[in-house]
């Protein structure tokens, strides 16, 4: 019988041990993590402060270069757009736009980017929902019209958006004028291509599945302001 206690005393002890073991590694790996998290909020606010001395420093109208697995797109920001133009550069400044997707793709209409979450291929069925959890109130000027090579801002639709505010991040470069018409005064134009068409005609041109999702990945590889 004693045997018995003894025996059943040490395997109570070493499940005591063994839980106690297991609580402090999830301590230990809840408290990397924090850290870890820290880190990262820490480093992304400097990078963004960084990035708004940056914007400060701009012309009325900056250049930028959209630089993309199929070529580059060079734009210019137009200076009556000022929430739009500072916005998208502060993004690029920050490399916010780094190693994201044009994840929609319409041959004679338009190609758009600019959605964190197509990072990560696990999120494909949530592509053209993502942003940096922000809106950017509409500035539509009458001259700035959705002529080919036109940047302009998604945003969700009426219904949900009766404002017209524009996505924080995600931005679509106008291929066919005609069929973007309809858009003037719809959505925020806030800059122009001013060389790649050409490149913007190539991804345009691409195979493309569901969603209108290319096949082969397009990535823009950075943003960068234009030399």
Known sequence: ??????????????????????????KKAAEAAAIAQAEADSLAAVLEQTALEKVAQLPEEPVFDIITTMGTITVKLY??????RDNFAKLAFSGFYDGLLFHRVI??????????????????????????????????????????????????????????????????????????????????????TINGLDVIDKIAGVETGPRDLPVQDIRIITIKLSE
């Open 1 to 26: 019988m004693k045997k018995i206690l003894t025996l059943s005393l040490c395997f109570a002890a070493l499940a005591a041990f063994m839980t106690g073991c297991g609580n402090n590694n999830e």
């Open 79 to 84: 200076s009556q757009t000022p929430q739009h």
């Open 107 to 192: 041959n004679g209409f338009m190609i758009q980017g600019g959605d964190p979450l197509t990072k990560n291929p696990a999120n494909k069925d949530k592509f053209g929902t993502g942003g940096p959890d922000y809106t950017v109130p509409a500035e539509f000027v009458p001259e700035y019209r959705h002529k080919k090579g036109a940047l302009a801002a998604a945003r969700r639709g009426d219904a949900a958006n009766p404002m017209k505010a524009s996505s924080g991040s995600q931005f679509y470069l106008v291929q066919n004028e005609q069929a973007c018409a309809a858009l003037d005064g719809e959505y925020t134009v806030y800059g122009e």
